[in-house]
């Protein structure tokens, strides 16, 4: 059965200290691996996809980057704004549509 | 491309009551997705639709729970018999479905609560 564990649960930081959120993943036959954004009371916004172990994308202070068994989401010199919940998702098997998400890494980055 | 669109924002009902929840997704969008969740958890599939066709449905899902897009286009999810452990955010997503990996687009979710 696919899984998605994220960690930490819950992560606080001062505004510019940079840190790292962990995704690990178990699949049969990784297609892509999604990192969302979820404010309170909305939906999830999307983010990345990840395809291959090796891969990077960036958006900002965001960088995303993947391995054979997990992916991270690095967070420079966050600002206030950027507090949300970091949801992980992966989609696996041929011709699978649906996506297998992580609990979710809830981020406060105060002032 | 207005996103994708939900109603109601929020439900509460009585145990045993029955709900329908609605969603626009994103024009010319093919796909369609339901997903349920909880306080401190990720999102969970429910079903998924390639236009009128409903190709997947979680093996979770109760025979409660029934979903329709009769015309390709907005899609219904009825609960029928609601109970508490119903009580939850149902998010709808859209894709375009131009590669079977494109991103989801989700709305901002129907908020059910069950007394």
């Known amino acids: 059965e696919d899984q998605v564990t994220q960690s930490p649960e819950a992560l606080r930081l001062q505004e510019g200290e940079s840190s790292s959120l962990n995704c690990s993943y178990t699949v049969s036959g990784l297609r892509g691996l999604f990192w969302y954004r979820q404010d309170p009371g909305k939906g999830p916004e999307f983010l990345f996809t990840l395809y291959s172990a090796g891969e990077e994308k960036e958006k900002e202070r965001l960088k995303a980057t993947l391995t054979k068994k997990e992916s991270f989401l690095h967070i420079t010199a966050p600002k206030p704004e950027d507090s949300a919940t970091y949801l992980c998702a992966v989609q696996a098997g041929r011709g699978a549509q649906k996506l297998v998400f992580g609990q979710g890494t809830r981020l406060t980055i105060n002032p | 491309d207005t996103g994708v669109s939900q109603n109601p924002r929020h439900k509460i009902t009585k145990r045993g009551q029955n709900v329908t929840f609605r969603c626009d997704p994103i024009?010319?969008?093919?796909?369609l997705y339901w997903y349920r969740q909880t306080l401190g958890q990720g999102p969970e599939f429910l079903t998924y639709?390639?236009?009128?066709?409903?190709?997947?449905k979680s093996r979770l899902l109760s025979d409660r729970f029934s979903a329709e897009r009769p015309k390709g286009s907005f899609s219904t999810l009825e609960i029928q018999r609601t109970e508490q452990g119903d009580s939850a955010m149902y998010l709808c997503?859209?894709?375009?479905?131009?590669?079977?990996?494109?991103?989801?687009?989700f709305g901002n979710g129907t908020r059910l609560t069950v007394t």
């Open positions: 024009s010319e969008h093919n796909r």
């Open positions: 639709f390639q236009n009128e066709a409903q190709l997947e």
């Open positions: 997503a859209s894709s375009p479905g131009q590669t079977d990996n494109s991103p989801l687009h």
